[in-house]
């Protein structure tokens, strides 16, 4: 610790405790990324005064240049944070045009009851295990199988990577093993294995960016909703890290790239992130990967497919990169396409779970409902997923049965937080139940859902793209539709 660090004023707002380590709740650590704590830190340090936008982006980020979309992400992370902990009273004003402001009152505390600053926050896994089925999401089953490989390519994928390997090879090998197989239960695995590569090298900034990719990639899987904030910030806090550490790292720019477009829906941010990481290394895989995903989300198709493409040749064994070409084509509507790209996977890689599950989604549009199920079936995700997906083939044949026995089984279960409220998105709109389909968006918005951007390009949740409130509701979500 520094002596400035020794000697920082600490501060007390309701029952928050604030140091320029840590914020605390009741005594209780609430998870916040670095540079969001040094922007609380440096507002309620001026609390009831107006802290200018340049001055404030000075501060956090001396040494680097960040659009000022950074700085509003930062600032509505802290207004989420502080009402999911302390309620929905004002903490911070913005004045239009000038900056932002701490309006809750704050007095000084002393700061030797302030706790240390983690590096990392590690959630209690033992107490919800990514592993569990009823944990899965059933929405965006491209990130089910991508992202869970994503940490360990974002790490191996860079010649910074590969030479850092060579000095600690162990937990990355290890969690690449255990991510490449693609399940809730290994990711778990692969989770605290990339946890201990980080205190072996807690300098490396490709281990933090792995470790950003795992915690993205959990949430993609599905941990219960009341992990979801800790998830969230964990991942923000983990790519923050990697690029404070070294912002020339192609890794370290890639994981918050990813992190930027699917936690804080920042297309922007993530534009930037994922442009500078090419800039650094234009083979990246991961780099290119995410950029695919990118231009996919705005509908720029024919750069997604060409960024995929490119990837392969960087690559041309990687299941992954064959399958986000063939994701490309399954979202723009074409399903010939499509079927060709993921069988080209599976004739190197004949196991590949995403393949043979984008297979059967493929076939179902086309009316091919034999090779759809027989693809379905040989899909190893989890089961609660695979269930979602043979009653939505049951229903394209003209049988709505299961489909609806789904629905009520499903809204049970996000009742009682063992899924979160995008699982119901497909059943409620294959039965044309629009007003609890927009229900459903609205409360996977409301908690920051990493899937939520998935529902913008799934050929199955047209109907919902049509309905008239489908834009207001995800302007007021804050993303644009």
Known sequence: MTSEESSSPCFVFGEFRLDRSILEFRGE???????ALDTLFALVESAG???????????????????????????????????EHGGPEPYIETISKRGYRFVAPVSAAPPEAAAPRPEAVAPALEEAPVGRPAG??????AAVGMLLAAA???????????????????????????LEKRTPVEA?????????????????????????????????????????????????????????LNPESASALAASGAVRLFLEWDFEGAEQALGRAL??????????????????????????????????????????LGDQEGIVYYQQGDMGKAVEAFHRVLERERNDAIAHYYLALSYGFLQSFARAREHLAQAELAPTLIATDSAWLDLMEGDREPMARLRQAMKGRIAAGEITPDSLMVPAVALGEMDEAIGALEAALGIGSASVLEMRLDPRLEPLRRDGRYEAVMRQGGIEP
């Open 279 to 320: 800039q650094v290394d234009p083979e990246h895989e991961m780099a290119l990967f995410h950029w695919s995903r990118l231009q996919a989300l705005r509908r720029n198709f024919p750069e997604a497919i060409e960024a995929a493409q490119r990837a392969q040749r960087v690559n041309p064994v990687s299941a992954m």
């Open 136 to 141: 899965l999401r059933l929405l965006g089953p």
């Open 49 to 83: 005064e107006v802290v200018d936008k340049d001055a404030l982006m000075q501060r956090v980020w001396p040494d680097t240049y960040v659009a000022e979309s950074g700085l509003a992400r930062n600032i509505s992370v802290l207004r989420k944070t502080l009402a």
């Open 152 to 178: 360990a390519w974002l790490y191996w994928g860079s010649p910074a990577g590969k030479e850092a390997a060579k000095a600690e090879s162990a937990p990355y090998r290890i969690g690449l093993h255990l």
């Open 188 to 244: 778990e695995k692969a989770l605290a294995s990339f946890r201990r590569a980080v205190e072996i090298e807690p300098e490396s900034a490709e281990a933090h960016a792995a470790l950003a990719n795992v915690y993205l990639a959990s949430m993609q899987l599905g941990v219960p909703e009341r992990f979801v904030g800790e998830f969230r910030n964990q991942a923000i806090a983990e790519a923050d890290r990697a690029v404070e």
């Open 29 to 35: 650590r609430v998870p916040l990324s670095p540079k």
